[in-house]
């Protein structure tokens, strides 16, 4: 599996709530690993139904389910990609988004 961090910082270092908002929208329906004020670090797919200029949708794997989060607690964004070894050890050929 390889993981790409998306750089959320605006000025002086600080995620920027327009980043954050960009981001989980060019990532939708992808499996990430998020930071967030709240939740912690949490791992799971943005949903690609139920968000906003202020809120967006995530299914959380840990058992947690379906959140619903905001764009200014989001600390860090991890993008989680199969690789063809992935899909060859669990045997998951589908198309990754």
């Known amino acids: 599996m390889i ?6 910082e605006g000025t002086f270092g600080k995620p920027s709530e327009v980043k954050s908002e ?3 929208r060019e990532n939708l329906g992808k499996e990430v690993i998020i930071y967030d004020e709240h939740q912690q670090w949490c791992h799971g797919r943005l949903l690609p139904t139920g968000y906003d200029n202020e809120v967006y949708r995530m299914k959380i794997f840990d058992g947690r389910g379906e959140r619903q989060l905001h764009y200014h607690d ?5 993008v989680c990609t199969q690789t063809d070894a992935d899909r060859k050890e669990t045997g998951d050929f589908r198309k990754v988004l």
């Open 3 to 8: 993981i790409r961090p998306v750089r959320l």
């Open 22 to 24: 960009s981001a989980i």
């Open 74 to 78: 989001l600390q860090q964004l991890l």
